[in-house]
């Protein structure tokens, strides 16, 4: 149990939805957009995940925390959420092998959490109304003055974040007399990605968002990747020249989640943002192309229009998510250049779509 199990906490919604809990983590307030993740593990993965910068996540499941916390399990190098809201946020945990507590774990980098809502409900009610702004506090309890801080939150839609999470500096990853290079645009990046490339015999270079073609050029690479990464993607002008250059090299490109955003806005292609995306282990896609399942890993807020897709000559549909039909993967036309809007990297999760990573190999030296 939290010491801070009677410290009163507070969620207030744009909405004007209150919901009362106690308080979890540290003491204080934050902001951020409301989103929720559907599985039942993965929590600390999920919570270091780059793409849900900005972000205050409700923990569908109804236990978080139970299996400790373990540094080896984590994509970034600190928490990238803003805030947890959870059912039952444990502070004690089972797995021998745990190094922390999820409550000295968010003590240390400084995350405030709200315990004992009934997420099930929350999660309803999002879904119902969509995405929308949010703010949780332990240190304040009077609602008009958190109205007016959360009514300085700017919106999800348009705020460019890609550049905020990116390695500031290159950094190589992999053995370096290998002979097939990629050059990885970092817009977002997680660990896991780097290690399904670095498994296959692949010698990476990871570049801060916003570095040039020709600069990543210098690194002579095989390849280039787009990674997956927070906020949307339309204000991105400068990736999405970078991506337009590497498909006139003639260079196979692979990209994920915002990269495969990236890849279609480079083909005039439009994003938008969902009423309340797409976040958990358990999401259905098919691969139209040889028409198997997956079962995958998602991530996201903002989607590609099916519609432009359809219209557009240079692009083709490779993968449909079965709850939706909205598009999980496409391929340029008479290119080496492909994306999925999901997560193939993910850990823990499904390994079905492994052979994407395979399939981008297969590319550079086939």
Do not use: W
């Not at 308080?23 to 957009?33: K, L, M, P, Q, R």
């Not at 089972?94 to 709200?114: C, G, H, P, T, W």
């Not at 290119?335 to 492994?354: C, I, L, M, N, W």
């Amino acid at each position: 149990m939290s010491k801070f199990n009677n410290t009163k906490a507070v969620l207030l919604l744009q909405d004007g939805t209150v919901t009362y809990g106690s308080a979890f983590g540290t003491i204080g307030t934050t902001t951020g957009e409301l989103c929720f993740n559907t599985g039942m593990t993965g929590y600390q993965e999920v919570f270091t995940d780059p793409s849900y910068y900005g972000q205050v996540l409700i923990m569908n499941s109804v236990h978080t925390g139970n299996y400790g916390v373990l540094s080896a399990d984590v994509e970034s190098d600190s928490v990238k959420v803003k805030g947890v809201i959870g059912r039952n946020l444990e502070e004690k945990f089972s797995r021998f092998m745990a190094e922390d507590s999820l409550q000295s774990y968010f003590e240390k980098q400084n995350v405030v959490a709200i315990n004992g809502v009934d997420t099930r409900a929350l999660v309803e009610h999002v879904r119902i109304k969509g995405a929308m702004n949010c703010i949780i506090s332990s240190e304040e309890m009077d609602i008009k003055k958190l109205r007016q801080q959360l009514d300085n939150v700017p919106s999800m839609n348009g705020l460019e974040l890609a550049s905020v999470v990116s390695t500031v500096d290159s950094y190589t990853c992999g053995d370096e007399n290998n002979g097939t290079r990629v050059a990885v645009l970092d817009v977002g990046i997680k660990k896991n990605i780097l290690n399904c490339l670095v498994e296959r015999g692949v010698f990476v270079k990871v570049f801060n968002a916003k570095t040039t073609f020709d600069e990543m050029e210098t690194f002579s690479p095989n390849g280039y990747f787009i990674s997956n990464g927070p906020g949307d993607p339309a204000p991105m002008e400068y990736a999405i020249e970078t991506v337009k250059n590497i498909l006139a090299s003639e260079k196979p490109l692979f990209g994920i989640c915002l990269g495969h955003q990236l890849l279609a806005l480079a083909n005039d292609i439009p994003t938008f943002k969902m009423k309340h995306g797409h976040r958990g282990l358990n999401h259905p896609v098919k691969n139209i192309i040889t028409g198997k399942s997956e079962i995958t890993t998602q991530n996201h807020g903002f989607g590609v229009d099916a519609d432009a897709i359809k219209n557009n000559h240079h692009i083709e549909i490779t993968h449909l998510n079965l709850n939706d039909n909205s598009i999980e993967g496409i391929r340029v036309n008479n290119k080496k250049a492909f994306s999925v809007q999901y997560h193939p990297e993910a850990t823990p999760g499904p390994h079905d779509s492994r052979y994407l990573f395979d399939d981008f190999v297969k590319m550079m030296t086939g």
